[in-house]
């Protein structure tokens, strides 16, 4: 999410995509060799039922997540994040978790955010957390210069935001700036708190760490209520429960569409086994080839660029994801054409999902 993200404008097959990999290789960069493994990331998986996940079954797999998605949702957050937290609770053990998200509305208007946050109210085995995300309208990394002339407008925005939040949570946490940072401090220094992404021009959020399985259900509640005039995005994040567990979340409210996502072991051409096993709407993700830009463009910025490999529908696309733009914006897609072979257009990836 803090990356610059590109990705090629029409579907590829898998033996053009093996075929990009060999135009690397001839550039003298190291791409990954069809037989060898790479770790492949599944999204956006939509199953029947959980057991649906015995398609995977021939590869090795970890971190696997079932979601249960409610879009367009209009109900009582509370009632549906104590419904989970119930059931939740009869089945804690120490490799479960369970979050509960929803957008919340900024009060204050905005030019450099957007104006709709996300938060995640969480129960692991031992506690729970409220975690708040914010996103800009514009990604710019650590290290680029672009947008510096607007970075105080933006670190204003950020502490504004994050206040808002903060107020209607009521968490005993100041706001301050130092170094060109938004720092957030809680009154008790013991307590469990994160930071991410700081220094980024773009996501950011902060996790809330309580012992207290209960004390975050009503305070997350009111911040969900901000935005009660639309309907909403709702996602459930399932992890390490049984099946039994998993029968009774699904019955809180049948009618959630369930997904899984996961991370899959594999040679990288088994690639379109995995694909098909995932159909229709499952999205994959692997690494084909990582370098320093300063190998092929030693007069630009010093970057780390990730060839990536993307299937969806059937289909594949190569993706580029950057830590930070090496050459001019204008150039950049003209000069990953020429290292890719594909046409391609600017695709950052969401913040919310």
């Excluded at 057991?51 to 509370?78: C, K």
């Excluded at 009632?79 to 939740?88: E, K, M, N, R, S």
């Excluded at 969900?224 to 019955?251: I, K």
Aim: charged share 20%; proline share 7%.
């Amino acid at each position: 999410m803090r990356e610059r993200r590109w990705e090629t404008t029409a579907p590829l097959t898998f033996g053009q995509v093996l075929a990009v990999g060999d135009r690397l290789r001839s550039l003298g960069l190291k791409p990954v060799a069809p037989a060898n493994d790479v770790i492949c990331y599944v999204e956006e998986w939509t199953v029947q039922s959980p057991d649906d996940f015995d398609q995977l079954d021939p590869w090795a797999t970890e971190d696997v997540t079932l979601v249960h998605v409610r879009e367009q949702w209009r109900g009582d957050f509370f009632l549906l994040a104590g419904a989970y937290h119930t059931v939740c609770r009869r089945h804690q053990n120490i490799g479960t978790y369970c979050s509960v998200s929803h957008p919340w509305r900024i009060r204050e208007r905005l030019a450099l955010h957007d104006q709709k946050g996300m938060l995640w109210l969480g129960f692991r085995h031992m506690h729970s957390f409220i975690r708040i995300r914010l996103q800009t309208v514009e990604v710019v990394t650590p290290g680029e210069r672009h947008e510096d002339g607007r970075l105080a407008q933006w670190l204003d925005e950020r502490r504004a935001a994050f206040l808002d939040a903060i107020t209607v949570l009521e968490l005993p946490v100041e706001t301050s700036m130092e170094k060109g940072v938004v720092v957030l401090n809680p009154h008790d220094p013991s307590v469990p708190f994160f930071c991410s992404w700081p220094d980024a021009f773009g996501p950011c959020q902060f996790e809330y760490n309580t012992s207290d399985a209960y004390e975050f259900l009503v305070p997350a509640s009111k911040l969900a209520a901000t935005y009660a005039s639309e309907p909403a995005g709702v996602r459930v994040y399932l992890t390490g429960f049984s099946e039994a567990a998993l029968a009774e979340f699904q019955a809180i409210e049948p009618a959630a569409r369930l997904v899984y996502r996961c991370s899959v072991h594999c040679p990288l051409d088994e690639l379109p086994e995995i694909l098909d096993a995932v159909q229709p709407d499952g999205r994959l993700y692997a690494t084909l080839c990582e370098f320093p830009t300063q190998d092929l463009l030693p007069e630009g910025e010093e970057a780390s660029a990730i060839i990536g490999i993307v299937g969806n529908h059937g289909q594949f696309q190569i993706e580029a994801r950057l830590n930070l733009a090496p050459l001019n914006e204008e150039a950049m897609a003209g000069w990953l054409e020429r290292l890719i072979g594909y046409p391609v257009v600017y695709a950052p990836l969401p913040a919310f999902v």
